[in-house]
């Protein structure tokens, strides 16, 4: 093995530091709290590790050689910026303990999380918040990562995901509504209807949506097994997204039928724009779930979960 594959001791360029400093080595082995044969041997190691020798030992006092005089300012300057991260890396690091980093989903992040964020600070200083919005597998992924320590989502009583699989802490903070909606016909009616005897058209969520897994779990609840491209008996797909967003949008254009969470919704229903295109039989009632990590958090973490478990 070469002089450069060699593993290095940070501890070495520390002693080198001490012996360039004071010229003797029983001195620099003392400053150091290493009995001089083995911060002898350090100073050996370090200089195979470089391949040159770094100390001329027939002076006296020990003096650099040219090797080391070249070594040194180098040296003091890596060890400086060692430091220098070390210190950074902690600030982060206590940067990232104060604060509270939430996985939403999309339609969660907009409706619900902003109001019940504005009572939790009403009774608890928060501090810094990350928030990460986006679908419920990539929450999930968050949460399973840990790169989050909260995640708020929908949830259904027949539909486990992946972290009520792995038994991760769970609080019920309210509950929503899938309602089945159209764009009325101009006389307030719903334009299409899932009673119709046609077949109405059906905006759909894509199958990684989490709105979505819930939503075919509950048809299976009403119609049994279907084939994958059956939503609904009687329809068919006409146009499919991952987001409710994007659904609302097409709903609103009169494109066709989508189940929408009424926390999204409220405001188009109560001005007519959008209308039930069902009875509330097809109406699926689903939780506001917030989920914790497993082990134990930061204190600011815990506080606000404590909180939320109280009912805020």
Excluded at 95 to 111: C, D, E, I, K
Excluded at 150 to 166: S, V, W
Excluded at 187 to 203: F, V
Excluded at 206 to 233: C, H, K, N
Aim: glycine share 8%; proline share 5%.
């Amino acid at each position: 093995m070469g002089p450069g594959n060699r593993p290095l001791d940070l501890e070495w360029l520390e002693d080198f530091l001490a012996l360039a400093e004071c010229g003797n080595f029983s001195r620099a082995a003392e400053a150091r709290h290493i009995a001089q044969p083995a911060f002898s041997r350090h100073i050996r190691a370090l200089e195979e590790w470089v391949g040159v020798d770094l100390f001329d030992r027939s002076a006296h006092p020990a003096a650099l050689t040219a090797a080391g005089k070249r070594f040194h300012p180098l040296l003091e300057d890596i060890l400086a910026s060692l430091q220098a991260a070390r210190i950074k890396a902690q600030l982060a690091h206590d940067v990232a303990a104060a604060s509270l980093r939430f996985a939403a989903t999309h339609v969660l992040s907009l409706t619900f999380f902003p109001a019940w964020l504005g009572r939790l600070e009403g009774q608890l200083h928060l501090g810094s918040i990350q928030t990460m919005s986006d679908s419920a597998q990539t929450c999930e992924d968050f949460m399973l990562q840990r790169r989050a320590q909260f995640m708020l989502c929908h949830g259904h009583a027949k539909l486990t995901n992946r972290l009520d699989e792995a038994n991760y802490p769970k609080l019920v903070l309210g509950q929503d509504v899938l309602v089945p909606v159209s764009a009325q016909d101009g006389l307030g009616q719903p334009r299409y209807t899932l009673d119709s005897k046609g077949m109405p058209p059906l905006l759909a969520y894509s199958e990684g949506a989490g709105l979505g897994r819930i939503l075919r779990a509950e048809m299976r609840q009403w119609f049994g097994e279907m084939p994958d491209t059956v939503a609904y008996p009687g329809a068919w797909i006409v146009f499919t997204a991952h987001h409710a967003l994007l659904l609302k949008s097409m709903a609103l254009a009169g494109r066709g039928v989508a189940w929408l969470p009424e926390s999204l919704i409220r405001s188009e229903l109560e001005r007519g724009e959008l209308v039930a295109a069902a009875d509330t039989s097809r109406h699926v009632i689903i939780d506001i779930r917030l989920y914790r990590q497993p082990f134990e958090m930061a204190p600011s973490a815990e506080k606000l979960w404590l909180l939320a478990s109280s009912g805020i």
